[in-house]
């Protein structure tokens, strides 16, 4: 139980934390708005929620000596896995906070960039919190206060880090992976009910017909370049013929 309990809550932060990240990829951009940054406060603080939790119950179980050495592998493999997401996390907050600084709202020093990004981030967040709809209200203080709450928040997330490292000693070169990389992308799962819908499976490729209708018209390619080949070699020499006796 305990271990179904901690996958489905680093779940929840690894969703929310890439729903941070793809937030944070329009500020300064011409998608940026008031809206975008109330959704990066809430993004964000909603991610450090997850944070604590997930670290509460993984120290806990991880300082406990009763568990068998499958459960104590399973609980390190999580806790290299909630490390990595707590990094990413702390890279993606500094920044927000560098862009913010650059590109303030309420008194533009300089002009929006043109990515070529359009439309509402409303529903990406929405997702990731689990939550119906996302509500503002208006903060004439976006620029100061909320760039304060997240230098901040930032220093309360670098300590958590450095914590983490102090109270368990997970070496992460010694965790062994339970999958080959890249084979959640090989899955045929749908995305929808495991991402934030930032990330979506590439196109497979068209497979080849069965039978000959594939394998003719691969075998008719080779003759029609010899045969346009000689037609341009035709028409050279003709050419040539022409510009000799006319001289």
């Excluded at 300089?110 to 929405?126: D, E, F, P, W």
């Excluded at 084979?183 to 590439?202: D, F, Q, R």
């Excluded at 068209?206 to 008719?220: D, N």
Aim: proline share 2%; with cysteine.
């Amino acid at each position: 139980m305990g271990k179904e309990e901690c996958k489905t809550m680093l779940d929840a932060l690894n969703k929310v934390t890439a729903c941070y990240r793809h937030l944070v990829i329009a500020l300064g951009s011409t998608s940026d708005s008031q809206n975008l940054r109330e959704e990066l406060k809430r993004t964000r603080k909603k991610a450090q929620e997850l944070a604590v939790a997930n670290r509460t119950k993984l120290t806990s179980l991880l300082k406990d000596k009763t568990i068998s050495k499958e459960d104590r592998a399973e609980y390190e493999r999580l806790w290299v896995l909630f490390s990595s997401s707590m990094d990413l996390l702390e890279v993606d907050m500094k920044r927000s906070l560098e862009i913010g600084q650059d590109f303030p709202l309420k008194v533009p020093t300089r002009h929006l960039i043109q990515t070529g990004m359009t439309g509402s981030t409303t529903t990406v967040a929405a997702r990731a919190m689990s939550v119906q709809n996302m509500k503002y209200e208006a903060d004439s203080n976006i620029d100061t206060a909320d760039l304060r709450d997240l230098q901040t928040e930032i220093t309360q997330v670098t300590q958590m880090v450095e914590e983490m490292e102090m109270k368990v000693q997970v070496a992460p070169w010694a965790v062994e992976a339970k999958q080959e990389a890249g084979a959640e992308l090989k899955s045929n799962m749908s995305v929808g009910n495991s991402s934030v819908g930032v990330i979506s499976m590439c196109e497979e490729e068209p497979k080849e017909e069965e039978g000959g209708g594939g394998s003719g018209g691969s075998s008719l390619a080779p003759v029609c370049a010899v045969f346009v080949f000689l037609v341009i070699i035709m028409v050279a020499a003709v050419l040539g013929y022409l510009v000799i006796n006319m001289s």
